[in-house]
C-alpha cells in the first residue's frame, strides 16, 4: 500500500532554511503521471499548497513562495526533498507530504511540526 | 485569503444532512478543473473524501457525495453521524497565478 512519511528538524531558527523529506513507499516516482506534494498548515489554519514535483521532473511552485522554495526527487532513494529558504515564525506549521495522480493528493503522510523560533 | 471560498462553519443534527459550499472562479473551478474534498478529523492528516468531483475512493460511506456546477462545488452529507464532526477542505487547480493547486479556508462541521 501507498505510505508517505515526512521527517525533518522539529525547530529551525528565524533566517534558516528548513530542509523535509518526504520518504515514500508503495509507488514509484518514475511513472508516468505520479506526483508528490508538499502543503503546510499553520495551527489552527488552513491547508496552503506549497510545490510539486512530477515524474518527469517537471516542478510547480506556489507564486507566493516560489522564491524561497526548491523541490527535488531522488527516485533510487523513493524520496522528495522540498528547502525553504529564510524561515520566518510565520512558517511555523504542520508540513505534509502527499502522493498525486491528478488534481490532488490521494494519499497524504502524517505531517511534521516545524516550529520557527530564536 | 482562500483562492476558494467555503462557510467557516456548519451544523448539524445526527441523521440531518448538512451541505458545504466551495466557490470558485473562471480560472479553477470555473474552468472546468475538477474539485476534491478531504476530511481532516482533530489531530489527523487530510482524507480524500471525495475526486474528480463526485468520486469515491474505496471505504468512504456512501453518505458523502460530490457536485459541481459552474464556479461551484458541494459536500453533501446525508445521515450526519457523531464522528463526522471534522474539518472539510475543498481542492482544485488554478491556471491563474494562484498556483497550481488551491485549496478553499475549510469548513468546520459540528454534530450537534
Known amino acids: 500500500q501507498i505510505t508517505l512519511k515526512e521527517s525533518g528538524p522539529t525547530l529551525v531558527e528565524p533566517t534558516q532554511t528548513l530542509t523535509l523529506t518526504c520518504t515514500f513507499s508503495?509507488?514509484?516516482?518514475?511513472?508516468?503521471?505520479?506526483?508528490v506534494g508538499w502543503i503546510r498548515q499553520p495551527p489552527g489554519k488552513a491547508l496552503e499548497w506549497l510545490a510539486l514535483i512530477y515524474w518527469n521532473d517537471d516542478k510547480a511552485y506556489s507564486p507566493s513562495l516560489k522564491s524561497r522554495l526548491t523541490i527535488t526527487k531522488d527516485t533510487s532513494r523513493n524520496q522528495v526533498v522540498l528547502r525553504m529558504t529564510n524561515m520566518d515564525p510565520v512558517d511555523t506549521a504542520t508540513y505534509y507530504c502527499a502522493h498525486s495522480v491528478g488534481s490532488g493528493g490521494d494519499y497524504w503522510g502524517q505531517g511534521t511540526l516545524v516550529t520557527v523560533s530564536s | 485569503q482562500s483562492v476558494l471560498t467555503q462557510p467557516p462553519s456548519v451544523s448539524g443534527a445526527p441523521g440531518q444532512r448538512v451541505t458545504i459550499s466551495c466557490t470558485g472562479s473562471s480560472s479553477n473551478i470555473g474552468a472546468g478543473y475538477d474539485v476534491q474534498w478531504y476530511q481532516q478529523l482533530p489531530g489527523t492528516a487530510p482524507k480524500l473524501l471525495i475526486f474528480l468531483n463526485s468520486n469515491r475512493p474505496s471505504g468512504v460511506p456512501d453518505r458523502f457525495s460530490g457536485s459541481k456546477s459552474g464556479t461551484s462545488a458541494s459536500l453533501t452529507i446525508t445521515g450526519l453521524q457523531a464522528e463526522d464532526e471534522a474539518d472539510y477542505y475543498c481542492q482544485s487547480y488554478d491556471s491563474s497565478l494562484s498556483g497550481v493547486w488551491v485549496f478553499g479556508g475549510g469548513t468546520k462541521l459540528t454534530v450537534l
Open positions: 508503495g509507488f514509484s516516482l518514475k511513472t508516468i503521471g505520479v506526483g
